[in-house]
């Protein structure tokens, strides 16, 4: 059909020029992967921590809700038992316990820090609140 155009090719193709990635581009890519590799390694233990912590939190929960009458001393208790066992460290203004309608609440509320580079830091805010009835 279209016999005038055997052989011949008007426009070249881009294809021939193609070789794949330059060394500046896998540099670049290298960095960028680096980057986030480098913060990731970071933050996976702080949520591991937090994992955790939520774990303990759910635990101490139903504990507390099987047994009943459960008051703010017993509450801290169990807690404590609880860290010390998983060897989790918070604050003491980072668990705060508070009557409810049914019980109490009890909210672990903090924020984890970790050195990126240079002076960046890697900041995680972690919230957490469980309902422990009478």
Do not use: C
């Amino acid at each position: 059909m279209e016999s005038h155009r055997q052989g011949r090719r008007l426009i070249p193709v881009a294809r021939d020029r193609q070789r794949g990635i330059t060394f500046i581009g896998l540099v670049i890519l290298a960095v960028l992967v680096g980057i986030v590799g480098f913060a990731a390694m970071k933050v996976t233990p702080m949520y591991i921590n937090n994992m955790r912590l939520s774990r303990v939190l759910e635990a101490t929960a139903q504990e507390m809700n099987t047994q009943g009458g459960a008051s703010n001393q017993s509450i801290q208790y169990a807690l404590s038992k609880r860290f010390s066992i998983d060897d989790i460290n918070l604050p003491k203004d980072a668990i705060k316990i508070a009557p409810s309608k049914n019980g109490f609440s009890v909210r672990i509320q903090y924020e984890n820090r970790a050195p990126y580079i240079a002076d960046i830091w890697l900041l995680v805010v972690f919230d957490k609140t469980v309902e422990i009835k009478k």
